[in-house]
């Protein structure tokens, strides 16, 4: 359903958005990359779960291996071609998108934040909300594409050697290695460390400090700038205890990394009332703002964040100026794996951010 074309014009135009907010604090470009046009496959804790009225059955691994509905769990291979013609056309209408002269001031322009009044920092809010309109920043570059590259058959059949330059994959711009997959003689580094693209690891917290050390050298042997980015998550109130470590390990190395900060699989919980999967705004948030303190301390730099997001109205994550509490989950709840940041919560994140990251 997130393939439709109003909900991918309501992703760019929310992620151009909250670049242009946080662009507006620090005076320095943002870059936008969209976990879109390909994240169709999900690692699971789990190979299997118990249905009630089916018994245990597969667990759903993504549309582009099974379907969410009890009945199509049974993987199929056809659903391969079926995820590469949506990611195809997803694509090419989010190119479309961007062609425009007027991109920047097109997806600005409908930016509204009457929904935010609740929060003490309103007005300030709403006053760069009245700048960016009257001055959009040049945001032509456009958002790229991103996703974990899990399903190997899948990333090698979309790889290409672009002559003088080695081999690409050309499914995305970037692709990232997950928590579950970055064993250092596992295939997904073999893989990783054959290509060209720009890519990323999740640093967790079974991560210890001289396997990152590791893998960082054998992802970056030629230190190239901008090459690795390490995408750490460990959940809210854990960052101390874990990032000094891993920035420490890195600095050993002599490998140059972008450091990211994923605010939302570490801070995952299962809501009381309803047993749904949700996220706090407030957790998401901090650890970003976590680890944003604990980088500064260490003479790093936190260069980006990493949260899932949608641009619709849905009730999956609590919290927020926007009134979300677990009661209200059930009201538009949407998503068949992790819950996200509706289109309110993921503007007030970004101006939480923006807040911090101001010098």
């Not at 018994?55 to 291979?77: T, V």
């Not at 400090?209 to 690795?228: A, M, T």
């Amino acid at each position: 359903m997130d393939c439709e074309p109003d909900r991918l014009e309501a992703q760019l135009k929310m992620m151009v958005q909250m670049g242009a907010i946080v662009e507006s604090a620090t005076s320095m470009p943002v870059v936008r990359i969209a976990r879109i046009a390909g994240q169709y496959g999900k690692p699971r804790s789990k190979p299997t779960e118990n249905v009630p009225g089916f018994g245990e059955i597969y667990s759903f691994k993504g549309d582009n291996i099974n379907g969410y509905a009890p009945e199509d769990r049974k993987w199929d291979p056809k659903r391969l071609l079926e995820g590469y013609w949506h990611s195809c056309s997803s694509l090419n209408f989010l190119r479309s998108m961007q062609m425009g002269e007027d991109f920047s001031s097109a997806m600005l322009s409908p930016l509204n934040i009457d929904f935010l009044q609740k929060s003490p920092s309103y007005s300030a809010w709403a006053g760069v909300v009245k700048r960016l309109k009257e001055h959009p920043p040049n945001v032509n570059t456009g958002v790229f594409t991103a996703h974990e590259a899990m399903q190997l058959d899948l990333e090698e059949a979309l790889t290409r050697e672009v002559p003088g330059k080695g081999y690409y994959n050309l499914s995305a711009h970037m692709v990232w290695i997950g928590d579950r997959t970055r064993q250092l003689l596992g295939g997904h580094v073999e893989y990783f460390r054959g290509i060209k693209n720009p890519i990323g690891v999740k640093v967790g917290p079974s991560m210890q400090p001289g396997e990152l050390k590791d893998l960082v050298q054998i992802l970056n042997p030629s230190k190239l700038e901008g090459r690795l980015v390490l995408i750490t998550r460990y959940g809210v109130g854990k960052v101390g205890s874990m990032l000094p470590a891993h920035i420490q390990a890195v600095a050993e190395s002599g490998i140059p990394v972008v450091w990211q900060c994923d605010g939302v699989h570490g801070n995952t919980t299962t809501a009381a009332s309803n047993k749904l999967k949700t996220r706090a705004l407030s957790d998401i948030v901090g650890e970003c703002v976590e680890a944003l303190k604990i980088h500064r301390e260490n003479g790093s730099i936190l260069a980006g964040i990493h949260i899932e997001m949608t641009g619709q109205n849905v009730t999956e994550c609590t919290g927020g100026a926007v009134g979300i509490f677990e009661e209200m989950l059930t009201q538009n709840y949407e998503t068949y794996c992790d819950p996200r940041l509706n289109y309110g919560q993921s503007i007030e994140a970004a101006f939480q951010v923006a807040g911090a990251l101001r010098p």
